[in-house]
Nanobody
Framework: QVQLVESGGGLVQAGGSLRLSCVPS????????IAWARQAPGKERDFVAA????????YYADFVKGRFTISRDNAKNTVYLQMNSLKPEDTAVYYC??????????????WGQGTHVTVSS
C-alpha cells in the first residue's frame, strides 16, 4: 500500500520558518522523485519543488527560489521542505507526491493527505 505522510505544518508569522517532512512507503519504484505541491483555498494545486531520492539535483518553482529548500535524508527515508521568509500568500495545504519521471515533472502519481500551513501577517 502506497503511503506518503506529511508533517510539520502549522501557524507561523510572516517572515518565519517551517520545515515540512514527507515519509514515503510502499512505492512501486526502484527510483523515484518526491515532489512538493501546494493548494490554497479556491485555487489549483501548484508545484513547489522536487528532488530525486537516489541522487541528482533539485528543481524549484520560481516563486519559492531562494526561500524554500528541498532535501533528502535517505537514512531516515525522509524528504524535507525547509521554508524560510514565509509570506501570507504561502498559506496553503502542502502535499508531497511521488513519481518516476524526471525532476522537472510538475505532478505526481501518488499524493499524501497534505499538511496545513498558515502564515499570518
Amino acid at each position: 500500500q502506497v503511503q506518503l505522510v506529511e508533517s510539520g505544518g502549522g501557524l507561523v508569522q510572516a517572515g518565519g520558518s517551517l520545515r515540512l517532512s514527507c515519509v514515503p512507503s510502499g512505492l512501486p519504484y526502484n527510483w523515484y522523485t518526491i515532489a512538493w505541491a501546494r493548494q490554497a483555498p479556491g485555487k489549483e494545486r501548484d508545484f513547489v519543488a522536487a528532488i530525486p531520492v537516489r541522487g541528482g539535483g533539485s528543481y524549484y518553482a520560481d516563486f519559492v527560489k531562494g526561500r524554500f529548500t528541498i532535501s533528502r535524508d535517505n537514512a531516515k527515508n525522509t524528504v524535507y521542505l525547509q521554508m524560510n521568509s514565509l509570506k501570507p500568500e504561502d498559506t496553503a495545504v502542502y502535499y508531497c507526491g511521488a513519481h518516476n519521471r524526471g525532476v522537472t515533472y510538475k505532478s505526481a502519481d501518488y499524493w499524501g493527505q497534505g499538511t496545513h500551513v498558515t502564515v499570518s501577517s
